[in-house]
T-cell receptor, first 116, second 114 residues
Framework: DQQVKQNSPSLSVQEGRISILNCDYT??????FLWYKKYPAEGPTFLISISSIKDKNEDGRFTVFLNKSAKHLSLHIVPSQPGDSAVYFC???????????????FGQGTILTVHP | DSGVTQTPKHLITATGQRVTLRCSPR?????VYWYQQSLDQGLQFLIQYYNGEERAKGNILERFSAQQFPDLHSELNLSSLELGDSALYFC?????????????FGDGTRLSIL
């Protein structure tokens, strides 16, 4: 049962344009969402997160939007740069039975390629 | 550089053997997590420790065990290794192990079973 899904395996964007990466989830208990970027031979690097009490969080060129009713989140990168080319993972965590622990459930990833 | 250190970077061994993967968390982080990434499975949560105590368990095999030491570093022990255990093993750490705190990942240990 894949609780976090990234339906687009890849995305190709021109430098300077907007990149939009999408993620859907099925578990309504998820209340904290994160985006990670991963280069080959490196671990995932934390980019940005959002709590379920918000619908938008912005950090520089990165903005995450959360639509709880649709169980959907997206990451916008504006403007896109060639150095942004990487695999992007969305992840989610949930409080469970009053216990707050940090197990992350990851999507399968989207390969972003930004062309000069 | 996330500040999370994993050793070794690569490990090649044979079926039936036992290996130990080591992780040092970021300075100030009390919680450590282990994840497995295999080709067909994506990143899967194995186990979490907080300040030396086990806090949460995922689909970790009985052949696998972990611990977190008083200096907060953690070790993941894999025994009776099988071909299917070949994967990337990531360690992550967070400040207090809460569900609303980001986790910071090391660069992983690539385990190859021959």
């Amino acid at each position: 049962d894949q609780q976090v899904k990234q339906n687009s395996p890849s995305l190709s964007v021109q430098e300077g344009r907007i990149s939009i990466l999408n993620c859907d989830y099925t578990n309504s208990m998820f209340d904290y969402f994160l985006w990670y970027k991963k280069y080959p031979a490196e671990g995932p690097t934390f980019l940005i997160s959002i709590s379920s009490i918000k619908d938008k969080n912005e950090d520089g060129r990165f903005t995450v939007f959360l639509n709880k009713s649709a169980k959907h989140l997206s990451l916008h990168i504006v403007p896109s740069q060639p150095g942004d080319s990487a695999v992007y993972f969305c992840a989610a965590s949930a409080r469970a039975g009053g216990t707050s622990y940090g197990k992350l459930t990851f999507g399968q990833g989207t390969i972003l390629t930004v062309h000069p | 550089d996330s500040g999370v250190t994993q050793t070794p970077k690569h490990l090649i061994t044979a079926t039936g053997q036992r290996v130990t993967l080591r992780c040092s968390p970021r300075s100030g982080d009390l919680s450590v997590y282990w994840y497995q990434q295999s080709l067909d499975q994506g990143l899967q949560f194995l186990i979490q420790y907080y300040n030396g105590e086990e806090r949460a368990k995922g689909n970790i095999l009985e052949r696998f065990s972990a611990q977190q030491f008083p200096d907060l570093h953690s070790e993941l022990n894999l025994s009776s290794l099988e071909l299917g255990d070949s994967a990337l093993y990531f360690c992550a750490s967070s400040r207090q192990g809460l569900s609303n705190q980001p986790q910071h990942f090391g660069d992983g240990t690539r385990l190859s079973i021959l």
